[in-house]
């Protein structure tokens, strides 16, 4: 069964850094696409970034594209979201997650209908 534990949420000021982290277990996600999510009050759940697991591509949504970076360490099983010059409009509670085919190539994915497998959530706040 897969098991995703996200960690490294917090409080920082506007401008300020987090990195996140996301543990998983219970598969060998080689073939797989990993994602970051996050969901605002009273707002829908998006992407925020993902990356496939053994070729290392990677995708961003446009409203962090350039300030967050996505990786992965394959021999810690991690993924991270490294946020770097945050705003306040970054707060929410931010999701890992995996794809639901397990057969991704070299391709990402991008919707939020392509993953399956969720972690439990990490808040991050960001005070202006």
């Known amino acids: 069964q897969v098991r995703l534990e996200e960690s490294g949420g917090g409080s920082v000021q506007a401008g300020g850094s987090l990195r996140l982290s996301c543990a998983a277990s219970?598969?060998?996600?080689?073939?797989?696409?990993m994602g970051w999510f996050r969901q605002a009050p009273g707002k829908e759940r998006d992407v925020v970034a993902s990356?496939?697991?053994?070729?290392?591509?990677?995708w961003y949504a446009d409203s962090v594209r350039g300030r967050f970076t996505i990786s992965r360490d394959m021999a810690k099983n991690t993924v991270y979201l490294q946020m770097n010059s945050l705003k306040f409009e970054d707060t929410a509670v931010y999701y890992c997650?995996?794809?639901?085919?397990?057969?991704?190539?070299?391709?990402?994915?991008?919707?939020?209908?392509?993953?399956?497998?969720w972690g439990q959530g990490t808040q991050v706040t960001v005070s202006s």
């Open positions: 990356i496939n697991w053994s070729a290392g591509s990677t």
């Open positions: 219970g598969r060998t996600f080689s073939r797989y696409v």
């Open positions: 997650a995996c794809d639901r085919y397990g057969y991704a190539g070299s391709h990402v994915f991008t919707h939020i209908s392509d993953f399956g497998s």
